[in-house]
T-cell receptor, first 113, second 108 residues
């Protein structure tokens, strides 16, 4: 089955620690995206990548980093510089950006203790 | 969400029809998505309107008026499983902007 996966579903970290969220897709999509969702707010774009070894900052990139070494994978690292990291993180992919239908992964809920 | 307005919450009964409205800024507009999102889950695609008019897809229909900066999602024959958030997403200027979502509660 083709799809997009994220792991883990729930993640807890202590303040001051970096943590990496996984995102994998086998849809052969060129573009991948990371969003953050907070209660009462729309999804906000953190980073996106249109092609391997290239990525661009979204609206709220501060405190986050990404890599795109393979077409299938787009991991997101939440660094200790991110001041309010507790949120629901969604990864998505599409055939090409920007206006094609985006397919979303199941999400990772990160809680900082 | 930035430049997108949709109601925060709506309620309806099973079997009824509900219309969820969305208004947005028209500058640089390209098209409008509607996504459905159940609590704690990923959004799933419902529709994408680029041209004016109504597009019907089973129990769901989506309407767009580009000149008015207005769209609506129409859900017919409501079922309990339709209880979810419905996200209005504007495309333009090479980016997507998500509304905050309308939480729909369907009661028996």
């Amino acid at each position: 089955d083709g799809g997009i996966t994220q792991s883990p579903k729930y993640l807890f970290r202590k303040e001051g620690q970096n943590v990496t969220l996984s995102c994998e897709q086998n849809l052969n999509h060129d573009a991948m995206y990371w969003y953050r969702q907070d209660p009462g707010q729309g999804l906000r774009l953190i980073y996106y990548s249109q092609i391997v070894n290239d990525f661009q900052k979204g609206d709220i990139a501060e405190g986050y980093s990404v890599s795109r070494e393979k077409k299938e994978s787009f991991p997101l690292t939440v660094t200790s510089a991110q001041k309010n990291p507790t949120a629901f993180y969604l990864c998505a992919s599409s055939i090409s950006e920007p206006y094609n239908e985006q397919f979303f992964g199941p999400g990772t809920r990160l809680t900082v203790l | 969400g930035q430049n997108i307005d949709q109601p925060t919450e709506m309620t309806a009964t099973e079997g009824a029809i509900v219309q969820i409205n969305c208004t947005y800024q028209t500058s640089g507009f390209n098209g409008l998505f509607w996504y459905q999102q159940h609590a704690g889950e990923a959004p799933t695609f419902l529709s994408y309107n680029v041209l004016d008019g109504l597009e019907e897809k089973g129990r769901f229909s989506s309407f767009l008026s580009r000149s008015k900066g207005y769209s609506y999602l129409l859900l017919k024959e409501l079922q309990m499983k339709d209880s979810a958030s419905y996200l209005c997403v504007r495309t333009g200027f090479q980016k997507l902007v998500f509304g905050t979502g309308t939480r729909l509660l369907v009661s028996p």
